[in-house]
């Protein structure tokens, strides 16, 4: 790599804030790696987190960006694998950019106390690339999570074929009989979000997430950036489900139904719509989440990823490598 250099977050924060805000690097489209997710996740973590995000910059031309802190003895993204954003034109078979961001973990390896090094394999699963090879080599282990994903680029009446054959007399039931209203950029109503944030509380029966963490959501929403669904059945709140907007895609950030009505389909027909309103506002794709492996996972979960599956037969297979610090490969 030709004249290459490291801009790391906490030499120039200003500037790497801009860089990450950009459109140049791929994969802000998924909101979970981009602005939102950079906000979002300090709010959600009780340990300290010390950010380690870098750019590398080749010719005075940014090439890469690797957004990562350490938590808890792992290098990471809050705790889950770091995604390796790129510049859109550079290949990702490319040897040098790859030595080169691994160089800078060793850096950082060096620097505090990480155990681990979690990394985002490149997609799809069917090739091998520079950033799988280096995590074998450094004696990384694979490990697989599994994504419901829904094409927005279908039609309504594709998308109903690819329904479960028993959610579609659910879906059209919430369609008769749920009333919907929105927080979003047409209707950026705090205190219609507020009522969400406390029927979340009153169903998990506890806080569960700290107040930052829903401010960056509605400011988020509000922003024109997703939406919050709230489903009422008469003049009785039953339903909420909130989704955020990366560039080309949705994803399904939370939800929660009254436990007590759990014997009407509640969350089939906010879901759908989400989808159609979601394709409306020009996204490609719906990340509906991660569907558990059944032997590993409560019945709870079992049951949400049951859910999720009948929304849709597309699943993404997504590597992610655990690789202990200081292990240098060949």
Same mark, same amino acid.
């Given at each position: 790599?030709?004249?290459?250099?490291?801009?790391?977050?906490?030499?120039?924060?200003?500037?790497?804030?801009?860089?990450?805000?950009?459109?140049?690097?791929?994969?802000?489209?998924?909101?979970?790696?981009?602005?939102?997710?950079?906000?979002?996740?300090?709010?959600?973590?009780?340990?300290?987190?010390?950010?380690?995000?870098?750019?590398?910059?080749?010719?005075?031309?940014?090439?890469?960006?690797?957004?990562?802190?350490?938590?808890?003895?792992?290098?990471?993204?809050?705790?889950?694998?770091?995604?390796?954003?790129?510049?859109?034109?550079?290949?990702?078979?490319?040897?040098?950019?790859?030595?080169?961001?691994?160089?800078?973990?060793?850096?950082?390896?060096?620097?505090?106390?990480?155990?681990?090094?979690?990394?985002?394999?490149?997609?799809?699963?069917?090739?091998?690339?520079?950033?799988?090879?280096?995590?074998?080599?450094? +004696?990384?282990?694979?490990?697989?999570?599994?994504?419901?994903?829904?094409?927005?680029?279908?039609?309504?009446?594709?998308?109903?074929?690819?329904?479960?054959?028993?959610?579609?007399?659910?879906?059209?039931?919430?369609?008769?009989?749920?009333?919907?209203?929105?927080?979003?950029?047409?209707?950026?109503?705090?205190?219609?979000?507020?009522?969400?944030?406390?029927?979340?509380?009153?169903?998990?029966?506890?806080?569960?997430?700290?107040?930052?963490?829903?401010?960056?959501?509605?400011?988020?929403?509000?922003?024109?950036?997703?939406?919050?669904?709230?489903?009422?059945?008469?003049?009785?709140?039953?339903?909420?489900?909130?989704?955020?907007? +990366?560039?080309?895609?949705?994803?399904?950030?939370?939800?929660?139904?009254?436990?007590?009505?759990?014997?009407?389909?509640?969350?089939?027909?906010?879901?759908?719509?989400?989808?159609?309103?979601?394709?409306?506002?020009?996204?490609?794709?719906?990340?509906?989440?991660?569907?558990?492996?059944?032997?590993?996972?409560?019945?709870?979960?079992?049951?949400?990823?049951?859910?999720?599956?009948?929304?849709?037969?597309?699943?993404?297979?997504?590597?992610?490598?655990?690789?202990?610090?200081?292990?240098?490969?060949?």
């Amino acid at each position: 790599m030709d004249q290459s250099k490291i801009l790391r977050a906490t030499e120039d924060a200003v500037l790497f804030e801009k860089l990450a805000a950009s459109n140049l690097f791929a994969r802000e489209d998924d909101p979970i790696y981009g602005s939102f997710g950079r906000r979002y996740f300090v709010h959600t973590v009780d340990a300290p987190v010390f950010d380690t995000s870098f750019c590398i910059v080749e010719n005075d031309q940014p090439i890469s960006l690797v957004e990562c802190n350490v938590l808890q003895k792992t290098l990471g993204f809050f705790g889950m694998p770091i995604r390796l954003r790129m510049a859109e034109n550079i290949d990702i078979q490319r040897q040098d950019w790859v030595r080169s961001i691994y160089s800078e973990f060793d850096r950082i390896c060096g620097l505090m106390d990480v155990e681990r090094i979690r990394v985002m394999g490149e997609q799809p699963l069917n090739r091998v690339t520079p950033v799988e090879n280096t995590a074998l080599a450094r +004696g990384g282990e694979i490990s697989v999570s599994i994504h419901a994903v829904v094409s927005l680029v279908e039609s309504e009446d594709e998308l109903r074929r690819r329904l479960r054959k028993s959610y579609k007399s659910l879906i059209n039931w919430g369609r008769r009989e749920l009333r919907l209203e929105y927080v979003n950029a047409d209707n950026p109503d705090r205190n219609l979000f507020n009522i969400y944030r406390n029927f979340h509380q009153r169903i998990a029966g506890r806080v569960t997430r700290k107040i930052g963490s829903w401010d960056v959501q509605y400011e988020t929403i509000v922003a024109g950036q997703g939406e919050l669904t709230l489903g009422y059945l008469d003049d009785s709140l039953l339903s909420g489900l909130l989704v955020i907007d +990366g560039r080309t895609n949705s994803v399904y950030s939370s939800a929660v139904n009254d436990r007590e009505a759990f014997d009407k389909p509640l969350g089939h027909w906010p879901l759908f719509n989400a989808f159609l309103r979601s394709k409306a506002r020009g996204k490609l794709q719906f990340d509906i989440g991660e569907v558990p492996f059944q032997a590993e996972s409560l019945d709870k979960v079992i049951s949400i990823g049951k859910f999720k599956k009948g929304f849709t037969n597309h699943l993404e297979y997504r590597s992610i490598w655990d690789i202990p610090s200081g292990k240098i490969g060949n």
